[in-house]
């Protein structure tokens, strides 16, 4: 129940939620920096845990559905209290985190344990007052859309209105405002009408950072649309279409599996697109829809192991990717508690491992380097001794600084630049 299943900074960068599949949100919160304790700055610590869904059960499908969070997003802070959503697969939810560090007291109806009072025991007229109490952080849910999708949530995105966001299934996308929780407008369809003529399904969608009317959304078949809400109320027809031609000589059993893309992010720019897909990281610039500007192999390694991956379902497995807060820097996980980070100006890469044999507080990360031939170095690791088991699926990177959050199955890590 404690496998961390999404990790999600705020837009400043303060707090850190992370949803995990016994349906709970844990919240961390940065500590403020202290005089005679600089160097103290960037930890996070917990800030406040709820549970955000329950296991529920479909008595029409006869289906139990998970409580399991599939994706966390937060929304940009207006006042004192901080607004996140999170969806499993069915049903999203908008919460309201808030403090409290007073209470009222000297109630005229109400004695202070709560009861109330006998009217005609009542001869005074108080003026309530607050009083300092212990601060106490509240997470109430404000919003629940439910009902709107036959198949499983894969991703939510808020809009840039701030006023709407999107809930993406396998066939359909919605678009909600938050204020009207018992209706959403259907943007995509692409579930056909005879269900055996199915090809493709939805992986991933998100809306651009700037524009309200534009978003992306990805394909099992490695394609990616970007669709204009201008034209037409259905965004069926796509305004472009992204796909690389495949190398016919790179052809195997395994090239419709891998060539699915488990991850698409808008640069924080809105000029590029990242897609993850099994073995690499690409990169596509709006203006060209040909094929990406730059391509990341992440585990090349991987490809004389695709079968015995295809046999323990770890080749269906869903990598994130992120960018950093210049859109310079792109991060994605691989296994063995592995993760990786291309550096897009200089072209370097580095191989990073999250785990608890190496990570002493403020111990310093070296890189790891993987083998294929027979030949070890001492600091080498061989391909068939990496972990499948072990597996980095969820980052997240802060919006603004050089900290990122790495998640390895039901531990969080919190790394940061060494600063000198």
């Known amino acids: 129940a404690d496998i961390i299943s999404t990790v999600e900074f705020n837009h400043t960068g303060e707090l850190l939620a992370t949803g995990d599949k016994g349906g709970r949100v844990v919240i961390f919160q940065r500590e403020q920096e202290s005089k005679n304790q600089p160097h103290r700055r960037g930890e996070y610590n917990v800030y406040s845990t709820f549970q955000s869904h329950e296991p529920e059960f479909d008595y029409l499908k006869s289906l139990e559905i998970e409580e ?5 997003r937060w929304l940009p802070q207006q006042n004192a209290a901080y607004f996140l959503l999170s969806t499993n697969d069915k049903t999203v939810k908008l919460w309201k985190v808030s403090e409290r560090d007073k209470r009222p007291e000297g109630y005229n109806l109400k004695d202070e344990d709560g ?9 005074v007229l108080r003026v309530p007052v607050l009083r300092p109490m ?13 009902n709107a999708h036959t198949y499983h949530i894969n991703s939510i995105s808020v809009n840039s209105d701030y006023e709407t966001y999107m809930s993406a299934d396998d066939l359909r996308i919605n678009l909600w405002n938050f204020e009207i ?24 969608a998100e809306f651009h950072p700037h524009h309200c009317n534009t978003f992306v959304y990805s ?11 201008r034209t037409s109320a259905l965004c069926d027809r796509h305004a ?8 016919p000589s790179n052809r195997s059993f395994f090239s419709e599996i891998i060539s699915s893309i488990s991850d698409v992010k808008f640069s924080h720019s809105g000029r590029y697109i990242m897609t993850r ?12 829809e040909n094929r990406p500007i730059e391509t990341y192999q992440v585990h090349d390694y991987l490809r004389s192991k695709l079968c015995s991956l295809y ?4 080749i269906f497995d869903k990598f994130e990717c992120v960018w950093n807060g210049s859109d310079s820097v792109i991060m994605t996980g691989s296994y063995n508690n592995f993760f990786r980070m291309f550096d897009r100006n200089t072209k370097r890469d580095v191989t990073l491992e999250a785990s608890r044999e190496n990570s002493k507080p403020r111990a310093i990360l070296k890189p790891r380097k993987v083998c294929v031939g027979g030949k070890r170095r001492k600091d080498e690791i061989s391909v068939d001794s990496l972990d499948f088991s072990k597996k980095i699926l969820h980052t997240a990177w802060h919006p603004s600084e050089n900290i990122i959050a790495v998640a390895a199955t039901n531990n969080l890590y919190i790394f940061q630049d060494k600063v000198n």
């Open 68 to 72: 399991k969070i599939n994706k966390i």
């Open 115 to 123: 009861r109330l009072r006998d009217p005609s025991m009542i001869t």
């Open 134 to 146: 212990d601060l106490m952080v509240e997470a109430t849910p404000r919003r629940v859309f439910a």
């Open 181 to 204: 929780t018992n209706q959403s407008f259907n943007i995509v369809d692409i579930k056909p009408a005879n269900m055996e003529e199915l090809t493709e399904v939805i992986t991933a």
């Open 219 to 229: 394909s099992s078949k490695g394609t990616i649309r970007l669709c204009d809400m």
């Open 240 to 247: 472009k279409f992204f796909e690389e031609p495949e190398d």
């Open 277 to 288: 897909d099994y073995l690499t990281v690409k990169v596509w610039d709006l203006n060209m």
């Open 311 to 314: 046999e323990n379902d770890c």
